[in-house]
């Protein structure tokens, strides 16, 4: 068949959640019962629509596949999952008769239900994205399960427009995903490469019919080198389903390879029988080789942060790639699901930052600028070109960019600021003025963030009411919350931050260098969605940030109250950080701002302070040969923020929602006394790994999935508890959530903490019996 030509221009996804949450809104709403599955489904169906006019007047073509069809009410994986009938048996009710699920079983996949756990997360790739994690086992029966994309397809050509549906490919989608609990000892995913093919050239030809002329596989896992398979057979993977799908297929097959380097994935796919691929430029360098003719899409514009960035070298690299095949298209680095809406939607941020950015409409314009330079010639768009190469000079040399003082005291750092006493020194000390008891039990911070809080914050924030009424209300909070722990029965108590609206935007508003947005949503998961600061210069503290509440708190209570802090690399990767120098430099100066914030807590008399790093994982790099120097400057900067302190006071870091194994020796190189991890929805994976490592200092393996509504037994948390006994010392173990209780209701939270605690008092009555 004749293939459609390529446009020269488009993007490999757009944010789906709308510029005001209007998705989040209203899938939430149909959890609570308040609207009907209709009625969210006309919700999406006026967001896919709005999506598709906005893009149209950005500049991309109505009818030539330049518009990407990449809508989800939860999670890419998930819609896969859902497509291709890879749903657990748990699930297996909730299955209609032609093997499909409703919506609202489609999200009970993804939230759990009763006794039936949720699909396991984790994060998508080096991103802050949490995707679903599929369970393929041996009986898994692929099928045309969901026809979901071939009607947004149709939606689509109903409207004018002829889209490009995205799916995730199926290489990706077998290597993400985990085998079944029932699967036998070794079963691997990718095994059933052969039988779920013929469901994607079902769907192919299902798309083609629709009227789609273009799909896109998304393919990312072909980059990464942390996959859990050899890299020889990724490479025969990716062989034998573009051999299979390409050989007859209906419309035209882009690949795209998203978040770094092809490598020696590239030659497969160039051998094989698809007619597209997209290249990360930003990630990657420009191939030299081998020669073709298919297209390719030059992913010069980053999807994975905001900065306007040099055009002009970015079309060097169109041109550049001119080399390699004659049909050259203009695409972003990544999906734009990534970044927010757009800058004009941000009236608080200085012009002058704002003339050094671009969020998703301002990345599909520059789109739109290359693609007519690469049809009409550089000339067409110099002045583009040039103006973002003033834009850039002009961030090089605006004030705060640099700061003399913060790279003087940076320089003068040797290595005494980097270690602590031995860990025996430290937990002797420790012992002696805590007296902690056996499997202490705590939260890792954050208590629910309540509807009444969230209007009072805004309240404050809109002038309505003042300061001291304000810190009235947050003082009843926290003692409220202080309450409550002490009649559960925690023995390590956290101030449940009301006062933060998230984790790491917090400290942004406190240190110098940091600029917040006020619509700047991106999905974190399902309908969760955050505002990543900008980080846009060189960072300090201008005065302390959590003691006056962390003091407080410990006023209220004998028990110990930890102290709460994000540590640098979270606060680097949950921003969109400068790209103008290395990023363990920025590390370094957000780390000597967390270490003044630490001394004054120990000066204050808080004698546990945690340290959050969940995203430590998320940023290791996809490939092997980059880890060890980003394993390198993350530890350190960790351990710069944390080692000014005496020996007796306890550090804590708290990680999540990452496979944990292949960072286990940084983890213990940060040097926390006790770090506690998810590990509730992987039902104790990382034990064994623990185990194996030796890992000798305190550890907080999770015992409830707070990322659920559910609320776990008695002996569902017992359980979990015994699987880490039998692996770790008791004394090391602490008991905790997985992670922090702000997304989750009071009611909730107090039956789960109650049943951790009840949980916890029968191991310690076995243990004294034991003894």
Not at 252 to 281: C, F, Q, R, T
Not at 366 to 380: K, S
Not at 484 to 511: C, K, S, T, W
Request: hydrophobic share 45%; charged share 25%.
């Amino acid at each position: 068949m004749t293939i459609s030509p390529f446009p020269t221009g488009t993007i490999l996804g757009y944010p789906r959640i709308g510029p005001r949450r209007e998705l989040k809104r209203a899938v939430e709403a149909f959890w609570a019962g308040k609207t009907t599955a209709e009625q969210l489904e006309a919700t999406a169906a006026g967001l896919r629509a709005a999506t598709r006019d906005r893009l149209a007047a950005l500049g991309l073509g109505k009818t030539d596949s330049s518009i990407p069809e990449s809508f989800s009410y939860y999670d890419q994986m998930l819609d896969a999952a859902v497509t291709v009938g890879a749903v657990p048996s748990r699930f297996a009710d909730l299955v209609d008769g032609d093997g499909a699920l409703d919506l609202a079983d489609v999200f009970t996949l993804a939230r759990g239900e009763g006794d039936r756990a949720p699909l396991e997360m984790t994060k998508w790739f080096d991103s802050n994205y949490h995707y679903l994690v599929p369970e393929i086992g041996p009986d898994t029966a692929f099928h045309l399960a969901s026809e979901r994309l071939v009607r947004e397809v149709e939606e689509a050509r109903a409207d004018g427009f002829t889209t490009r549906p995205v799916i995730v490919g199926p290489v990706t989608f077998l290597l993400l995903s985990k085998a079944a609990e029932s699967a036998p000892e070794g079963f691997r995913p990718l095994s059933k490469l052969e039988e779920l093919l013929p469901v994607y050239a079902e769907l192919l030809q299902k798309l083609a019919a629709a009227g789609a002329e273009w799909v896109q596989l998304d393919e990312p896992a072909l980059v990464s080198e942390s996959v859990p398979a050899a890299r020889g057979e990724v490479l025969a993977a990716a062989q034998t389903a573009y051999e299979a799908l390409g050989g007859e297929r209906p419309l035209g097959i882009l690949v795209a390879a998203p978040y770094g380097s092809l490598d020696d994935a590239l030659p497969v796919l160039e051998a094989a029988p698809i007619d597209a691929i997209a290249l990360d430029l930003v990630k990657g360098a420009v191939p030299t080789a081998p020669a073709t003719d298919k297209v390719l899409v030059g992913g010069v514009i980053d999807g994975h942060n905001i900065w306007r960035g040099d055009l002009a070298a970015a079309f060097d690299k169109l041109e550049a790639l001119r080399l390699v095949s004659p049909n050259v298209a203009v695409g972003t680095s990544t999906s734009l699901f990534h970044t927010p809406h757009t800058v004009a939607d941000e009236p608080g941020l200085p012009a002058q930052l704002k003339s050094w950015l671009a969020f998703a409409d301002e990345k599909v314009a520059q789109v739109a600028v290359l693609a007519r330079g690469l049809r009409d010639g550089r000339a067409a768009i110099q002045s583009e070109l040039d103006a973002a190469s003033a834009a850039l000079e002009d961030r090089r040399h605006a004030p705060g960019v640099r700061d003399g003082a913060v790279r003087e005291r940076a320089a003068k750092l040797d290595e005494s600021a980097f270690h602590r006493s031995p860990y025996p020194v430290r937990e002797a000390a420790q012992e002696a003025a805590l007296h902690l008891p056996a499997l202490t039990t705590t939260t890792i911070g954050s208590f629910p963030q309540t509807g009444e809080i969230r209007a009072a914050r805004a309240r404050f924030a809109k002038g309505e009411i003042d300061q001291a009424a304000y810190e009235g209300f947050l003082e009843q909070e926290i003692r409220d919350v202080v309450e409550l722990q002490e009649r559960i029965g925690l023995d390590v108590l956290v101030h449940g931050e009301p006062e933060r609206n998230d984790m790491v935007q917090y400290f942004a508003e406190n240190l110098d260098g940091f600029a917040v947005t006020q619509n700047g949503w991106v999905q974190s998961y399902g309908s969760r969605a955050t505002r990543p600061s900008i980080l846009w210069g060189d960072v300090s503290r201008p005065a302390p940030i959590t003691v006056r509440w962390s003091t407080f708190t410990q006023s209220l209570t004998d028990k110990p109250v930890k102290g709460m802090l994000t540590g640098p690399v979270t606060i680097l990767a949950w921003s969109f950080v400068r790209d103008d120098q290395p990023l363990g430099e920025t590390a370094n100066q957000v780390a000597l701002a967390l270490r003044d914030e630490i001394s004054d807590l120990q000066a204050a008399g808080i004698g546990i302070i945690q340290v959050d790093e969940p995203a430590l994982r998320e940023l290791l790099p996809l490939k092997t040969r980059d880890q060890a120097a980003y394993l390198d400057w993350s530890v350190k900067s960790f351990r710069l923020a944390t080692s000014g302190v005496k020996d007796a006071t306890q550090i804590h870091t708290h990680l999540c929602y990452s496979e944990f194994g292949v960072v286990l020796d940084a983890i213990d190189g940060l040097d926390a006394d006790v770090t506690s991890i998810e590990s509730a929805r992987s039902k104790m994976e990382v034990v064994p790994e623990l185990e194996r490592s030796h890992f000798g200092r305190g550890i907080g393996p999770g015992v409830y999935d707070i990322h659920s509504p559910r609320v776990p037994s008695v002996d569902e948390v017992t359980e979990l508890l015994d699987i880490a006994l039998a692996s770790i010392p008791e004394r090391q173990v602490w008991v905790n959530p997985d992670c922090g209780l702000k997304t989750r209701g009071y009611a909730e939270t107090v039956a789960s903490l109650e049943n951790m605690l009840a949980a916890t008092r029968a191991e310690r009555a076995k243990l004294s019996v034991s003894q």
